[in-house]
Nanobody
Framework: VQLQASGGGLVQAGASLRLSCVAS????????IAWFRQAPGKEREFVSA????????FYADSVKGRFTISKGNAKNTVYLQMNSLKYEDTAVYFC??????????????????WGQGTLVTVSS
C-alpha cells in the first residue's frame, strides 16, 4: 500500500488550501483514511478522518468548521479542504490508512500505512 499526499504550500492566514491523498496498492472500501499533522517540536496530532464505506467523517475540535474531508471522484482519493487557515495550522500533514473503531479514530497507532507528508506553512 502506498499513500501519496500533496497540496501543501505557503499561504497567508485566512487563506485556503486543499490537500490530496491518493492511496494505491489495496482495496480500501473497509478502511478509514485520516489526516494527521505534526508541527515543529510537537507531537503528531489527529486532524480528520473519513470512513471509506458510508462516508462518516471525524474532526479534531481545532479544525471543526474550517476543514472538510471528502472522498474524491478519482478512485481512492481523499481531500482535505482547509479554509480560514491560521498560523497554528502550520505543520507537515500526513495521510494514513487503517481500520480504527470509532472511539479510536484519532489514535495514530490505529493506522497501518502512512504517506510521506506535505508541508503547510501559514504566515501570520
Amino acid at each position: 500500500v502506498q499513500l501519496q499526499a500533496s497540496g501543501g504550500g505557503l499561504v497567508q492566514a485566512g487563506a485556503s488550501l486543499r490537500l490530496s491523498c491518493v492511496a494505491s496498492g489495496g482495496a480500501f472500501n473497509t478502511y478509514t483514511i485520516a489526516w494527521f499533522r505534526q508541527a515543529p517540536g510537537k507531537e503528531r496530532e489527529f486532524v480528520s478522518a473519513i470512513r471509506w464505506s458510508g462516508g462518516s467523517t471525524f474532526y479534531a475540535d481545532s479544525v471543526k468548521g474550517r476543514f472538510t474531508i471528502s472522498k474524491g471522484n478519482a478512485k481512492n482519493t481523499v481531500y482535505l479542504q482547509m479554509n480560514s487557515l491560521k498560523y497554528e495550522d502550520t505543520a507537515v500533514y500526513f495521510c494514513a490508512v487503517g481500520r480504527p473503531i470509532v472511539s479510536a479514530v484519532s489514535g495514530s497507532s490505529m493506522y497501518y500505512y502512512w504517506g510521506q507528508g506535505t508541508l503547510v506553512t501559514v504566515s501570520s
